[in-house]
């Protein structure tokens, strides 16, 4: 067995504890060093550590993890970051058969193992003096990757990498999209890549004045404008709607039939199903370590992931499989609503929105699906008296709101203790927030860290919090899978609709992940018409209703996988297409 010591730096104070790793360690009071300071922060030695666990128990700030791995792995460690820093074993394997989609949790490695094909590190498989790329070379030699590696550091091969973090665009590109965008293109393919990724209506706009959806497409487009010959995508799907994702999906599989490598990272599992030809899951324990599996067949990869089992390795990495719903679930309405309006209309120079009478109940979580730029957040903003209706009247109002935005902001020099205290008070020490939802979306080892330090997903996490744990009368929630792994999206779907039943407050949720969209909600709203000119929202609406509503405008069907009951996007005209058109059956089939 392999002994993996990992100290989360971040969260090591060992200024703040009586360095009780060491004084607790048996191993130590045995005169071996296996705990040991230096420059005051400690080091494990992983060949005298006999992986006890005292020490994961003892520290006060749970910085240490300490996991056995197979001994074969010791031949396949690919990248380590510094003594008991991160380790990552086996890569992805890209191809030009077909696009490579990878999916696993947040922290084991998939961003390293692009960074890796994309040449910018070199691999030092295990020597913390660094990496070497004729080492690399003969680590790789006969094994599928060497070609590649080899190719990539003789410069014969050329990169096109489309970052996650597109928010930060504007830090540090300016100017209008269109000159942005032309001045990029190395394949004369500038009107075709803006037609297919639906930017006509963004190429006068400045780079500050675009939205989220328009940020990624961005970048996706000036990705596909370098004549390259391999694509690296990280999480394209973001911040679009559930059109412009499947708008995007077909782009990308262009590049994949033009004889391109193309690999994507993506969290939304029905967008990286449709996409993929094939799968590689990442599994471990995240910020510890990494394993890559082999490619799979889009169906089988998603599975093992969703199982947390590996038949052909005999290796399970999660206790429970994660299952859907194969039908839709009615949900009951009882006593007197929460909220309630009339038929509703506003109208703005060039936009009109209309909202069909309607009304939420206490303890309930209606979802919000639809187009970008279709007046959703218009709605909102309504309900709350932020803007006055020009037709039609809210009965009964909240009188408060707690509200957590699409983009979120990391200028907070505080700890996340301090930040939920700040945004929500005290109470966050109470047991029921503790249990409700710290515990659920693992935010108890993040309280000491400073909030500027959150990866996307980790910060995604503590908006929801402090936004569910503010005393309110409706809860706003504005994307709340985005950034966050496919484990914890569902995770956090069932902490906010389970907190939102417990309180007996009701919520609304604006997603684009159709399987969150249906875990998380109780009835759903269908946003529809033409974007940016006119808006229509049905009332609350049965999950099976809502469902069929939507996907008949965004023509597409969705079969249940027979295995785990996940939603798979059906082949356009395929047998199941045609059948469930017929029976106007786009998402549950009766």
Do not use: W
């Amino acid at each position: 067995m392999i002994r993996v010591a990992v100290i989360d730096r971040d969260l090591c104070k060992p200024d703040k504890c009586a360095h009780e790793c060491q004084t607790f360690c048996p191993v130590v009071r045995m005169g071996l060093p296996a705990v040991e300071f230096k420059d005051d922060k400690p080091y494990i030695n992983e060949d005298l550590c006999n992986g006890c666990g005292i020490c994961v128990k003892k520290c006060p700030f749970e910085a240490i993890t300490i996991v056995n791995l197979p001994s074969e792995l010791e031949e396949e460690l690919i990248h380590q970051y510094d003594i008991n820093g991160f380790r990552l074993f086996r890569l992805p394997v890209p191809s030009k058969e077909g696009v490579l989609g990878i999916i696993g949790r947040n922290g084991t490695g998939k961003s390293t193992a692009i960074k890796i094909l994309a040449n910018k590190l070199i691999p030092n498989l295990g020597d913390l003096m660094g990496g070497e790329e004729d080492r690399v070379l003969e680590y790789f030699r006969g094994h599928q990757l060497y070609y590649y590696f080899k190719e990539l550091y003789n410069g014969n091969i050329k990169i096109a990498y489309k970052p996650q973090e597109v928010y930060l665009i504007p830090k540090v590109v300016r100017g209008k999209v269109e000159k942005i965008l032309t001045t990029m293109d190395e394949v004369g393919n500038y009107d075709y890549v803006i037609d297919r990724l639906g930017l006509k209506d963004s190429v006068n706009k400045s780079v500050r004045e675009l939205s989220g959806g328009e940020m990624q497409r961005l970048a996706i487009a000036a990705a596909s404008l370098k004549d390259a010959d391999v694509y690296l995508f990280d999480e394209p799907s973001s911040y679009n709607d559930v059109y412009q994702r499947m708008a995007v999906a077909r782009f990308i599989r262009e590049l994949r039939d033009k004889g391109k490598i193309v690999v994507v990272v993506d969290h939304d599992l029905a967008f990286l199903d449709y996409l993929s030809d094939t799968i590689s899951v990442v599994y471990g324990v995240p910020g510890a370590y990494g394993i890559f599996t082999r490619p799979e067949s889009v169906r089988t990869g998603i599975n093992i992931f969703l199982d947390g089992y590996i038949p052909a390795d005999n290796i399970r990495f999660r206790q429970k499989p994660i299952t859907f719903a194969r039908e839709a679930v009615i949900h009951s309405i009882e006593g007197v609503p929460a909220i309630k309006y009339t038929m509703l209309e506003k109208r703005y120079p060039g936009f009109r929105l209309r909202v069909e009478e309607g009304e939420l109940y206490f303890g309930e979580v209606v979802g919000v699906i639809g187009p970008n730029a279709i007046g959703k957040t218009t709605f909102m903003r309504i309900l709350v008296g932020e803007i006055d209706m020009d037709m039609g009247s809210i009965m009964l109002k909240p009188e408060s709101i707690a509200y957590k935005p699409q983009y979120l902001s990391m200028d907070y020099d505080g700890t996340v203790e301090q930040f939920l205290i700040d945004k929500a008070g005290e109470i966050i020490k109470s047991p029921q927030a503790n249990e409700s939802l710290l515990k659920p979306l693992n935010i108890i080892n993040l309280l000491d860290r400073k909030l500027n330090t959150l990866s996307g997903g980790e910060l995604q996490k503590v908006y929801i919090a402090a936004t569910l744990l503010t005393d309110a009368d409706l809860y706003l929630l504005d994307e709340p899978s985005a950034f966050i792994d496919v484990e914890d999206r569902l995770e956090v779907a069932m902490a906010i609709n389970r907190f939102i039943k417990l309180n007996g407050k009701p919520a609304l949720v604006i997603d684009h992940d159709l399987i969150i969209i249906d875990i998380i909600s109780d009835r759903i709203m269908v946003f529809g018409g033409d974007p940016g000119v006119e808006g229509r929202a049905s009332k609350p609406l049965t999950k099976r209703d809502a469902m069929n509503m939507f996907l008949s405008d965004v023509n597409i069907t969705m079969r249940r996988d027979k295995h785990s009951g996940r939603p798979r996007i059906n082949k356009p005209n395929s047998r199941l297409d045609r059948e469930q058109r017929e029976k106007n059956e786009y998402y549950y089939v009766t």
